[in-house]
């Protein structure tokens, strides 16, 4: 600007204009931020709280769920949320449960360190890991290796992801029947009861959801 | 496996068709009604209120530097708040228990939220507390959210007004329009339907529960869908949790994943009609729109090819590309998440792009790469992309000898030295700061990958910093001194010298008079003028970009 050639000394007044602007705009920006805080930080959640409780109370407090498969708000009453992923123990413990997918959240399906495994595409530790867990899958499901789908051998995002492919759903019956001592015919009703498709014929991609299918599993007995 | 992929396809472009039909239906309205947010002259009474409360006037036209004075005081001001209230957090209410934040990390969070990044070091449920996730970092989702939108329409009225000694419009009205007009009643909405389709909104802490397994597992509580809304309406992306919309309580269905696209997407694509309808010339908008129309197609489409193609060797060993999403959203609807929060400043993610396949996961940088203009952030998105179209009109310009002008106004020496430096800007940061974080050792100490990958990590956290993003290849551990503080400036000197530079760039025009179309002048609403505009984006990127890419993604994919 024209004002390079000026001295030092003339342009003194400007910068210290501009720093005394910069100030009173910030003390204007904290009263603001203040206000703003109420109204967002506040008054915002609160309110979307408020209607939540009143129009979906179920769905605000977790989508909870009793062991008989009830939906519950009380956390004292509920088993989990079924909207979240459990542990049943994989692959060659829990037998009799259906198993979710592979789970690198804490220990597994730990919803206080959501996180998928960040491993890059042409990981040699994923690809060994995928090969593992294949193995492990086939001989638990007594399945040839080659037929076991891919959301059996992968850790999801979240770590807590819910469902299973319909594939993994069928692929588990046998065992499940056997460690049951239930008739196969009757898991697979069972399985395909909980089988959610695509929204609306197209949104998103069908699946079963463990925990709602373990849930009517242990209503049947044995 | 034919007929699976054949539904897959269906319903991937049922899916996007779906986004593009309910896109077109808002954008006219809600881009008309913004205009009118920003012209009307009256003020509502609330918003007097605020203003009397908050002491500023909100009918003093601002020249540029006062509009930047008035920003920089209220983003320093966010800043310092929201670093107290990290530092603090031991101390406030609803803690959950947590301790206080470090001091870089509660730079880093506190840059990287007033900033509209959302780049996050840390893990949601294991760190911040309710109050700090409502009352700190919630009220930066719509805080500066509005402050890009106030710039984008500072830069707009600069086109709309002639010989107005550089007055740009005034900060703290449009920052409160910006808020209770636009962002806060949509946000509301959003959340409630949010919550319909599962999000949770309480403010319970986490309780252990026994499976029915009989293992443990907490509950977890927060008021999680009124910050989800804001946090893809304001293109701000950072998740209540560390697994973001990836996590079933951010977001639990396929239909409340396209609503979040939906989100992110909304203001950005309607702000081409603000645009048109404020400078007096609705194909101005049409042809800025069609230029980010055909680059977010362009994206989603390639990037939707990667995934369900599965080419690596560790999507080739699992039969698909699932590693890192989740069952209910599968490769098409991640594809389409991950385009679409890349080519904005949102950084959410509902899929891990660390573990995308390599021509998947390039392509998200690059969405990146190309500043975030198709359609880009909330205000940002279009001030870039309208720092672009300048670009476009001055190269055309030289081409055939002519004075460049846009919508009236002459491109200059000083117009196009700002212009060039926004250009400069965000690459000199992301090459610099990856330049350095592959040499020093707390750099090479960051990426969880050796090889390609891991230079692809360092470069995607620095390209994404720096453009304001927020997304990471997750492997990267950035909760380190080093990468918060280098991160940080990255983010900081990212938004606000751009900002900086548009705000002087409309103080230029706005000071300029209108000058007449010739016969030479380049018509700017053309299809041809759209193929330019997009061709000068791309190019500017590769020019950049392609030495860095090639030593990253491009060796991915070719090995």
């Known amino acids: 600007m024209s004002s390079s050639v000026q001295t030092a000394a003339v342009a003194q007044p400007p910068a210290g204009r501009a720093l005394a602007s910069l100030w009173r705009s910030s003390v204007a920006g904290l009263r603001m931020l203040v206000l703003l805080t109420v109204v967002l930080g506040i008054a915002y959640p609160l309110a979307v709280a408020g209607v939540a409780r009143i129009a979906f109370p179920w769905q605000a407090a977790g989508s909870l769920v009793t062991a008989d498969g009830d939906h519950t708000t009380s956390r004292s009453d509920a088993v989990g949320s079924v909207l979240i992923g459990q542990d049943f123990g994989v692959p060659d413990e829990g037998a009799q449960w259906f198993h979710g997918r592979p789970s690198v959240a804490g220990d597994g399906y730990d919803t206080l360190a959501s996180a998928g495994s960040n491993l890059g595409p042409l990981s040699p530790d994923l690809v060994a890991a995928i090969d593992e867990r294949r193995a492990a899958v086939a001989a638990a499901d007594s399945v040839d290796p080659a037929s076991v789908p891919a959301d059996a051998v992968t850790a999801s995002g979240s770590g807590l992801d819910p469902h299973v492919s319909p594939a993994y759903a069928d692929e588990q019956v046998a065992r499940v029947a056997t460690a049951r001592r239930l008739d196969p015919a009757t898991v697979r009703r069972l399985v395909a009861q909980h089988l959610d498709g695509r929204t609306l014929g197209y949104l998103g991609e069908p699946r079963v959801n463990v925990l709602a299918l373990n849930l009517a599993l242990a209503r049947l007995g044995a | 496996m034919g007929t699976s992929t054949t539904a897959e396809v269906w319903s991937a472009a049922a899916t996007l068709a779906t986004l593009l039909v309910v896109l077109a239906a808002v954008h006219v309205p809600l881009g008309n009604y913004m205009a009118w947010v920003y012209s009307a002259p009256r003020h509502l009474r609330v918003e007097r209120a605020a203003y009397r409360a908050a002491r500023v006037d909100p009918d003093a036209e601002q020249t540029w530097r006062g509009y930047l004075f008035s920003l920089l005081g209220f983003s320093a001001a966010s800043l310092l708040a929201l670093y107290a209230l990290g530092r603090l957090q031991a101390l406030l209410p609803l803690n959950l228990g947590f301790t206080g934040l470090d001091p870089a990390g509660a730079w880093n969070s506190a840059v990287s939220f007033v900033t509209n990044t959302n780049w996050q070091w840390y893990s949601g449920e294991a760190a911040a507390g309710h109050l700090l996730q409502m009352a700190g970092f919630a009220v930066q989702n719509v805080g500066s959210a509005a402050v890009g939108l106030g710039v984008a329409m500072a830069l707009v009225r600069g086109f709309a007004r002639s010989g107005t000694d550089a007055r740009v419009g005034n900060f703290w009205s449009d920052l409160v329009r910006g808020v209770l007009r636009i962002l806060l009643p949509i946000a509301f909405v959003a959340a409630v339907l949010l919550v319909a389709g599962g999000v949770i909104q309480n403010f319970l802490p986490h309780t252990e529960v026994t499976t029915l397994a009989g293992g443990s597992q907490n509950v977890l509580g927060g008021p999680v869908a009124s910050q989800e809304a804001i946090k893809e309406l304001g293109t701000n992306g950072g998740g209540f949790f560390n697994a973001n919309s990836a996590h079933p309580y951010e977001n639990p269905t ?15 694509f309607s702000l081409p009609r603000t645009f048109g309808v404020m400078v007096g010339d609705r194909r101005q908008g049409w042809a800025i729109l069609g230029v980010m129309g055909a680059i977010f197609l362009t994206s989603v489409a390639l990037l939707t090819w990667a995934e369900v193609a599965g080419p690596g060797a560790a999507p080739h060993a699992a039969g698909a590309a699932m590693e ?55 205000g940002s998105g279009l001030y870039g992309m309208l720092i672009v179209a300048i670009l476009t009109v001055f190269l055309a310009g030289l081409m055939v000898g002519r004075t460049p002008q846009y919508l009236g106004k ?27 974080s592959v040499v020093v050792g707390p750099g090479l100490a960051g990426p969880l990958a050796t090889g390609p990958h891991g230079l692809s990590e360092v470069l995607y956290a620095f390209t994404s910093a720096a453009n304001n993003n927020g997304s990471a290849f997750g492997g990267i551990t950035s909760g380190t001194p080093y990468y918060d503080t280098a991160l940080g400036i990255a983010m900081l000197a990212g938004r606000f010298v751009p900002v900086a530079l548009v705000l002087a ?21 053309t299809p041809v003028f759209v193929g330019l505009v997009g061709a000068v984006a791309v190019v500017v990127v590769a020019l950049t970009f392609v030495p860095a890419l090639s030593l990253g993604p491009v060796v991915e994919s070719l090995s």
């Open chain 2, 254 to 268: 396929p239909w409340t994943n396209l609503l979040e696209i939906f989100l992110l997407l909304v203001i950005p």
């Open chain 2, 324 to 378: 890192g999403k989740e069952t209910r959203f599968g490769l098409a609807a991640s594809a389409l998440f991950g385009s679409a929060t890349t080519l904005t400043s949102t950084g959410a993610v509902n899929s891990l792009h660390d573990s995308f396949t390599a021509p998947g996961g390039g392509i998200t940088l690059v969405d990146m790469m190309l500043g975030e203009i198709a359609p880009g952030g909330v």
């Open chain 2, 410 to 436: 002459k491109i200059g020496q000083g117009e196009i030295t700002l212009v060039a430096l926004y250009v400069l800007v965000t690459p000199l940061l992301v090459l610099v700061g990856t330049g350095v």
């Open chain 2, 505 to 525: 760039l409309a103080g230029r025009f706005a000071s300029q008079g209108k000058t007449p179309e010739t016969r030479g002048t380049l018509p700017t609403h």
